[in-house]
Structures are given as structure tokens and as C-alpha cells.
């Protein structure tokens, strides 16, 4: 039997970059994924590229700091299906800034999709999770949710924060048979990390070749940038968990930049 035979995973941020590779491999071994994200061409797109592969898939708009937006995503879901089992809350993006020039309304919309998203995605598929005696979510943390870098305030504070989010889940979520866990990346090269590299050349004065090798890379063991497919292993660890034994528990797939 595949190993997400028939299980429902909502997956935000899934048309581009991990989400996308996490919707592919979730699909791959069985598993039916949801596409939520803020571009519903785009997540039509990465839906019928893999229903041409022969896995079911849908596609839902969800811009994950609107509530209305969010909730309908989720019942749209059960509409169809009649369950989520899984919750990726993997939606973010990154805006890099010293703290002293900070834009509030930067730092607000950063936190925003990365604290009340994961908040909201995860209070919509929470009732049904609990309904069902059933749930695996799955936060898309950071190296940055246990070490810091400069220019990133907001970003480091919301990761740290899903950290605090899961452990509180796994307490809540325990009776109900609902595990919650962070999955920390180091440095992926998506768009979100190809966009960081000249902003980041341009406020340290330095080449884009010093930021991936002397700021990025430089704490790894050997040098690479961390894989979607390796994030992906992780995250289906946890969505694929027999038990809540792992519940609480973050996992940093870092190539040894952050060693705990």
C-alpha cells in the first residue's frame, strides 16, 4: 500500500517552489494534495501537472492572512473529499531590511503571512482534524526558527514563533490523535532565495558569489544548498507518522549549518 494511500494533504504556498515539490511527492506515494495558493492559475497549473501523472489533485485560491479565504479553501476541501488529514502551512515570504530602517507595514505583512497564516490554515482544518480522531500538521520553519541573521527581524520572529504554534498544538492536539511539527531548512535556492541574493549583495556591499559562499553557505558542512526534495523528505516523515511520538518535535535539514 502507497504510503499516503488516499490521504488528503492541504499544502499553502504548493504552485511554486517547496510546496509544489512537497505536492508532487505527496502525490507520488499515493496521497491526494491540495494546491492552496495565492495564484489559483498557478496552482491549476501544478494540479493538472499532476493529475497527468495519474494522482488526483485540486486547486483551491487561498490568500492564507484572509480568514474567509482560508475557511472556504478548507470547506471547498471537505466538500469534495470529506476530510484533511494533513496541513502543510508552508506560505512565506521574505523581505530583508536592517532593523533600524524597517518598514512597520513590512514587518506586519511578513508576520502576518507567516504567524496568522499558519494560525488560520491550522484553526480551519483543526475541527475536522479533531472530528476524525486524525491529523499530521506540518509547519515550514527555518534554520531562522534557532538562529538568527542580520537584516531578517521579522522573519526570524515568525519562525521562531511556529516553533512556540506546534508545541502548543501537540498539547491541545494530543487527545484528538493530532501530532504538530516544524520542518527548518537552511538556505533552498527558490525564487524566495534567488530574490534575496543581489538585495542582500547591495546592503552588505559585497558580490552576489560572497552572499551564497560567505553568508549563506559558509556554516554548512559541505558547502550546498539544502534540496527541495531533501525539505520534502522531512515534511512526509512527519505527515506519514504512525503515532503523535514524534508530536512537538522540529527537524533542521540544514546540510550542518545548524546542528542541534
Known sequence: MARFDKRVAIITGAASGIGKEIALRFAAEGGIPVIADLNLDAANATATEIKAKGSDAFAVAMNVV?????????????????????LVSNAGIQIVKPLVDFPFADWKKLLAIHLDGAFLSTKACLKHMYKAKYGRVIYMGSVHSKEASKLKAPYVTAKHGLIGLAKVLAKEGAEYNVSANVVCPGFVRT????????EQAKELNISEDDVIKNVMLKDTVDGQF?????????VLFFAAAKSTAFTGQSAVVSHGWFMQ
Do not use: M, N, R, S
Open 66 to 86: 484572509d480568514e474567509g479565504q482560508v475557511e472556504k479553501g478548507v470547506a471547498d476541501t471537505i466538500a469534495k473529499y470529506g476530510k484533511v488529514d494533513v
Open 226 to 234: 539544502t534540496t527541495t526534495d531533501e525539505v520534502a523528505d522531512a
Open 191 to 198: 525564487p524566495l532565495v534567488d530574490k534575496q541574493i543581489p
